[in-house]
T-cell receptor, first 115, second 113 residues
Framework: NAGVTQTPKFRVLKTGQSMTLLCAQDMNHEYMYWYRQDPGMGLRLIHYSVGEGTTAKGEVPDGYNVSRLKKQNFLLGLESAAPSQTSVYFC??????????????FGAGSRLTVL | AQSVTQLGSHVSVSEGALVLLRCNYSSSVPPYLFWYVQYPNQGLQLLLKYTSAATLVKGINGFEAEFKKSETSFHLTKPSAHMSDAAEYFCAVGTGGYQKVTFGTGTKLQVIP
């Protein structure tokens, strides 16, 4: 099993450009998440989804949009990139069901630089 | 809102010494607590989790953590550090109906030969 796959792994954008990060999981997980990781700030939740066709905002949703049209995919979009969005982005998925069952499986990360 | 606080962004230990990484949580309901590890240029992976079945939780690679409700703590320990333990460690808490998982800011562990 591939687990959680993120595409692309690296990307450089200019301010104002748009892009989409793709996350795919093959574990039939219900929940999916997008986090960003910045030095000294740990992981902060951007958006998440608890099922196909549903999305919800996390701690830092501004400047990002998401979609979950298929259960296995969770897309993160930046409509107009800003230098403050330079970060490493992690996608994660979990079986859901709450509590201790909510163990996250992470992708390898996507490093985004906005110039 | 639920949160976790990790004391010490960097910890250095000698090889063979005790590893102690501190985590305190804040939660208005019984928490579910996790420790994840991140090796350089990789995603996070689960070390162990607390789900109220037992207060002392054993994880992979010889790590364990003890849930102490009176101290609102979930510190991670390992009796003897190995060079391969050098990584960043994150404490996390299940929140908001347990759909969301909130992470601490992480502790980088350096193991000195």
């Amino acid at each position: 099993n591939a687990g959680v796959t993120q595409t692309p792994k690296f990307r450089v954008l200019k301010t104002g450009q748009s892009m989409t990060l793709l996350c795919a999981q093959d574990m039939n997980h219900e929940y999916m998440y997008w986090y960003r990781q910045d030095p000294g700030m740990g992981l902060r939740l951007i958006h998440y989804s608890v099922g196909e066709g549903t999305t919800a905002k996390g701690e830092v949703p501004d400047g990002y949009n998401v979609s979950r049209l298929k259960k296995q995919n969770f897309l993160l979009g930046l409509e107009s990139a800003a230098p403050s969005q330079t970060s490493v982005y992690f996608c994660a998925s979990s079986p859901g069901g709450g509590g201790g069952a909510n163990v996250l499986t992470f992708g390898a990360g996507s490093r985004l630089t906005v110039l | 809102a639920q949160s976790v606080t990790q004391l010490g962004s960097h910890v250095s230990v000698s090889e063979g010494a005790l590893v102690l990484l501190r985590c305190n949580y804040s939660s208005s309901v019984p928490p579910y607590l996790f420790w994840y590890v991140q090796y350089p240029n990789q995603g996070l992976q689960l070390l162990l989790k607390y789900t109220s079945a037992a207060t002392l939780v054993k994880g992979i690679n010889g790590f364990e953590a003890e849930f102490k409700k009176s101290e609102t703590s979930f510190h991670l320990t390992k009796p003897s550090a190995h060079m391969s333990d050098a990584a960043e460690y994150f404490c996390a808490v299940g929140t908001g109906g347990y759909q969301k998982v909130t992470f601490g800011t992480g502790t980088k562990l350096q193991v000195i030969p």
